[in-house]
């Protein structure tokens, strides 16, 4: 048990709609990060927040967006969803500037 | 760019065999390297390394790194089925906060 909570788990959408994962860290992180993890490779950094501010971004478009709520949980949005978004999204929590993140079990977006 | 990468890809061993995975890395203001073990969804932590030469152990597990070298290993030893999985290897670097930059894990399987 990670103590970092996702939902869904999974999901099935078409191309253009749009979707929000959520993530409830876990007790005492200020921190949360989003992965996108396709298949066959490593997770890739999405973007972090802190202190409810997004604090770092990978490559990744400004349709994906994001929150950090004042009890430190979080919502990754994608907008204009296209077939290779499909992947596994990890949310992970961990105090700000400690590398040890702790991960989620994902939620799995299929995109058609 | 920061970059990390894993050798082999995938191995197969049987019960009882000694593994060793490697990770080298390239990253600009190197803050720790970190090993993490993805059975299904979530990763799981096994070792962060901040310190050239010092032996990190955890049962059967055991990591190292090197950095002059800019490398890590992971060695297990008297493999298990159930360490079969994904072993990612990642980077943070100091300007990032949280962020991690992964490898593409070796998948091992071991059979009985």
């Known amino acids: 048990e990670t103590g970092v909570t996702q939902s869904p788990t999974h999901l099935i959408k078409t191309r253009g709609q749009q979707v929000t994962l959520r993530c409830s860290s876990q007790s005492g992180h200020n921190t949360v990060s989003w992965y996108q993890q396709a298949l066959g490779q490593g997770p890739q950094f999405i973007f972090q927040?802190?202190?409810?501010?997004?604090?770092g971004r990978g490559n990744f478009p400004p349709r994906f967006s994001g929150l950090q709520f004042p009890n430190y949980s979080s919502e990754l949005n994608v907008n204009a969803l296209e077939l290779d978004d499909s992947a596994l999204y990890l949310c992970?929590?961990?105090?700000?500037?400690?590398?040890?993140?702790?991960f989620g079990e994902g939620s799995r977006l299929t995109v058609l | 760019e920061d970059k990390v990468v894993q050798s082999p890809l995938s191995l197969v061993v049987h019960e009882g065999d000694t593994v060793t995975l490697n990770c080298s890395y390239e990253?600009?203001?190197?803050?720790?390297l970190l090993w993490y073990k993805q059975e299904k969804k979530a990763p799981t932590f096994l070792f962060m390394l901040?310190?050239?030469?010092i032996e990190k152990k955890s049962g059967r597990l055991s990591s190292i790194l090197d950095k002059k070298e800019l490398f890590s290993i992971l060695n297990i030893t008297a493999t298990q089925t159930g360490d079969s999985a994904v072993y990612l290897c990642a980077v943070e670097a100091r300007e990032y906060g949280n962020k991690l930059v992964f490898g593409a894990g070796t998948i091992l399987r071991v059979k009985s």
């Open positions: 927040y802190y202190r409810e501010e997004e604090n």
């Open positions: 901040t310190s050239s030469g």
């Open positions: 992970a929590s961990s105090f700000w500037r400690q590398g040890e993140l702790f």
């Open positions: 990253v600009t203001n190197f803050r720790s």
